[in-house]
């Protein structure tokens, strides 16, 4: 094999190494399971279901964005890392059924890291930029990720927890 022919195979390769390294969407690994843990079955009507869920919620520190006779969604701040905060948002929704309701709960946890902002001052005069040597930084919190919790036990800890508060 002659050498100008290791450029072209080295770049094949390369190539090839890249193209595998590529994600796949997301909405292919989605299974739509009829056994799912987002949601629990209850002979409870829709009303006593979702203010099961409120109380729930309430108890464990969470703030209720928003609330309405089918529907609640509570956030939970947390701070692991000095440099790292991020939120839980538990968002309810019950729906009646024939043997009473259903309630469906979906959890997201978003994450924000604390990054500096650096930048330079400058001005304008007469078509002419100039910059000057004082630099300002800022604090800022930057979303770096939101995933939704699929985690079984976390669902079958909360709907425990909502079963609780529902009337016996």
Aim: hydrophobic share 35%; charged share 15%.
């Amino acid at each position: 094999m002659t050498s100008r022919w290791i450029p072209a195979i080295s770049a094949g390769v390369l190539l090839a190494i890249l193209g595998g390294c590529g994600s796949s969407p997301v909405y292919k690994k989605e299974e739509f399971n009829q056994d799912s843990p987002y949601q629990l079955p209850t002979s409870h009507t829709f009303d006593q279901a979702c203010q099961a869920a409120q109380l729930a919620l309430l108890s464990q520190g969470y703030q209720l964005q928003s609330t309405s006779t089918d529907a609640v969604h509570g956030q939970k701040n947390f701070q692991p890392d000095d440099e790292v905060n991020s939120t839980l948002d538990v968002i309810v929704t019950c729906r009646a059924t024939s043997g009473g309701s259903t309630i469906f709960a979906t959890a997201v946890e978003t994450t924000y890291e604390l990054k500096k902002v650096s930048g330079n001052t400058g001005f304008s005069v007469s078509g002419t930029s100039i910059t000057m040597p004082w630099s300002k930084t800022a604090d800022s919190l930057v979303k770096v990720a939101g995933v939704t919790i699929s985690d079984d036990s976390f669902y079958t800890r909360f709907f425990k927890l909502v079963s609780n508060y529902l009337p016996k």
